[in-house]
């Protein structure tokens, strides 16, 4: 007589947990580096209070933690900012994304859980900083450890990274997805911008125009809303064109990174296939790497340093 | 025996009312011009909902309305726009700010209220609007009818204004205002910016290299943040710094308005001092009236205009 049908209990080697500002994300990885399982919730760093921050974790991961053995959990992200579960302080550039010895230790009642948090990085001139970031870029040098050039992180704050002998040499953010976000759900343009939809040809033009005319990014943005007003802009048209406005602006303030130089972006598919849309008609051709493959792989590079108990 | 003592009612000759997207404002006029009374609640615009408008406005007024007669009220802003209480199409430039004949009646029940709406005014290209403005900007020319140069009305949405001959021949809407405040209270700046205090010095210098180099907006605003976290930057200083890269930014696209220009800025005083400081830095000598002045001059034209039956 068989068993009644239940799946097969996830007992991981380690798990991979990517906290940021609005999602907390975790994989369950076995042995020889495979996903056994993946989750994630809306417990983002934001609806964070102190001292929440096993119970958020455990009430995704629970389920995947043997008793009477410590599972190890390495994460990045927020997670190790000041008002996070425990700081894991800045390390200056230049320097490697990654290194042993750094992870702080998070304070954890269930003896189950052993919680490594990786530190992010700063710059002291210009100031700048990144929490996370850091992780997708050790990712991307596991695997390609020779890479000379730039790497382009879109996000909420989109970074530009000068990466040379497999260090972090400079960085730039950008609040670009930030003030998108801000401009198209919360300002008056929201009654002018869809929340979806585009066009590829007035992106394209934002573009150009921004990049020709930086100093005019602030006089471009009201005329998405008289335009709607006047001449029935289709709102998607706006949405493209406000995307275009502000990823050209960035473009424009950030040629330093990319004039002539081998670019690859790291991040989610949408807002990358943006960038790459605008770099490619300055003439350049990025490649594209998924920002959860790197961050997991940077994730796992952090695991082989602490096996290694290094 | 003397009676209780009682305010002497109010009986206005006419009624003033600037309804904007935050505020609604009510001003009682007698028959010289004199203010009886004044008064204003939260009930702006983003507020309102579809037939809602006459209970609001009764709300503030209606202690002013005498039996037996009907008492003209004479309102500006975005209570004429198409989600307003009856639309007053706008006027399109050049075109004087005001005109007999141009306003909107609104649909009342109370037999002692007639609401006249004054229009706004559009532009067709570059495409832009303005409403509320342009009775400002009337009140101004109502006492300074000879004026040949400049207006700059900041706010939410700062207008620059070409005027000639006591026409409105061009204008330009710049988002300073919306972004400052969508950056300052909802952007991961709101951490790093304090919502009062200010810096002179950093204000300044943030709109000279806003100014020197406009192509860098997007580059400056994290700045802001990682300073805070790295440097201890004060939030007050980081404030101005905002403000000043804003206006800063907003003066390098608004160049052909105002350079070699008389200027004259209409507003309330806070942000007017603020873009005086910064314009007074381009060898400029702005003078200033208040926008509360100008606009109650403008509906005051209005009510002239109106009581000669034209």
Redo the contacts between chains.
Sequence with gaps: MSAPLAPAPVRPDWIAVDWGTSRLRAWALDAEGGIAAEASSDAGMSRMEPGGFEAALLALIGDWLPPGRVTPVLACGMVGS?QGWVQAP?RAVPCTPLVAGSFAEAPVQDPRLAVHILPGL???V????MRGEETQIAGFLAGTPDFDGVLCLPGT?TKWVRISAGEVVSF?????G??FA??AN????RHSVKTAGWSDDAFAMAVDDALSR??????R???L???G???DLPPETARARLSGA?IG??L???KPYWLGQEIVIIGAEEVSEAYAAALTRQGLAPQWVSGDTAALAGLAAARGLLRQGK
Tied chains: 1, 2.
């Design positions: 000041r800045y700063s710059q002291p210009p100031a700048d900083v704050h730039q953010t950008f609040m670009t930030e003030l801000l401009l919360q300002s008056v343009l930086p100093d005019r990014l602030a006089a943005l009201f005329a809303r008289a335009e007003l006047l001449d502000l602006a960035e424009a303030a950030a």
